[in-house]
């Protein structure tokens, strides 16, 4: 089995009992043992992340889980079956090459026209393409041990998993709030949800796939009482939805100032882009409306001028953050002095 194949597989004790092999923890954050890829699809939370955008709760996601998440909550929470039926694949995989495309990873990307079972089977695609699960396997044992209690299950994530493991968590958790909302119109009820969540978020999705090809009854067997165990926990989490996030937004409330890197479109008149060595780049100084200040920093667009940024641009994504200003700043410099445009 390939080092792909062990990082994803839950049951990959059942073929490698003794050999030793990598995974993410939260001193050996998953993006340590993965070269930096070219796209997000494959690539892990944290690569995603970094061009990705901030939730209003001030969480740091990918765009597709982003971009995904909102649309589903703007037009698809009282779509009967959602998250249960699938998308054209014809949509999902052309939905998957834009979110896929640099530099700005589907962050503009227009999806009123996109059918709201294709977007969620982008979402769920994405997050199968994760060299590590949502939940890591090195956290499974802890995870499962903890099914019947809530306040347990809610600081282990906070605590134990990777920071963007536990950010994704949070946020899949909370996209489940909003349908469950709506569980008399979608038809999608706690369990309904862990169904499908349980497998994608857990690694097993692939090993169900695979078990019929499988000759070893045990393993068949230890694959069908896994998922069983993680689709009860998962029915249990999202049953108890609202103190799992009770919990996690108290703690959201202590943490410092968020500081992330964003790909942002370019604005900058070609008469005014520079050609040297100095890389100019922005900063952008925001505020999560009555709350503390985030700095924002890009590295790959040129920032000119104020217009580069504004308002509109961010909050169309963010509408909980003002824009307090716009900086730029030298990277060549040793210490950089940050001046107003």
């Not at 709506?182 to 999608?188: I, R």
Request: with cysteine; net charge positive.
């Amino acid at each position: 089995m390939s080092d792909d194949g062990r990082r994803k597989n839950p049951l990959s004790f059942f073929f490698l009992k003794h050999r030793h092999h990598s995974v993410p923890t939260k001193k050996n954050q998953s993006s340590s043992h993965i070269a930096k890829p070219k796209g997000i699809f494959g690539a892990p939370l944290e690569y995603g992340a970094e061009c990705g955008s901030i939730t209003p709760r001030g969480l740091q996601v990918p765009d597709p889980v982003y971009r995904c998440i909102n649309e589903v909550i703007q037009r698809g929470l009282t779509v009967e079956g959602i998250f249960r039926l699938s998308g054209a694949a014809s949509e999902v995989d052309q939905l998957c090459r834009l979110f896929d495309t640099p530099p700005t990873y589907g962050k503009y990307l227009d999806l009123s026209s996109y059918d709201i079972h294709a977007i969620v089977g982008t979402l769920k695609k994405y997050l199968r393409s994760l060299p590590y699960p949502v939940i890591p396997t090195a956290y499974h044992e802890q995870f499962l041990g903890a099914t019947n209690n809530i306040q347990q299950l809610a600081h282990l994530a906070m605590r134990q998993l990777p920071r963007a493991h536990y950010i994704m968590l949070y946020t899949i958790i909370e996209l489940c709030s909003h349908i469950q909302a709506h569980s008399h119109v979608n038809m999608m009820n706690p369990e309904a949800l862990a169904v499908v969540l349980a497998p994608v978020c857990t690694g097993l999705d692939q090993s169900l796939k695979d078990m019929f090809a499988l000759k070893n009854k045990d393993i068949v067997t230890g694959i069908v009482q896994a998922n069983a165990r993680w689709t009860d926990l998962w029915t249990r989490m999202i049953q108890n939805h609202k103190e799992l996030l009770d919990i996690w937004s108290i703690e959201q409330t202590r943490l410092p100032p968020v500081v992330v890197n964003v790909a942002l479109p370019n604005k900058v008149p070609a008469s005014n882009n520079r050609s040297s060595s100095s890389k100019p780049c922005g900063v952008i100084i925001m505020r999560k409306r009555g709350g503390q200040h985030y700095q924002r920093k890009h590295t790959s667009w040129p920032m000119e001028r104020r217009t580069c940024l504004t308002n509109d641009d961010y909050c169309l994504m963010n509408p909980s953050y003002d824009i307090l200003s716009v900086r730029r700043r030298t990277q060549s410099m040793v210490n950089p002095s940050i001046a107003p445009i």
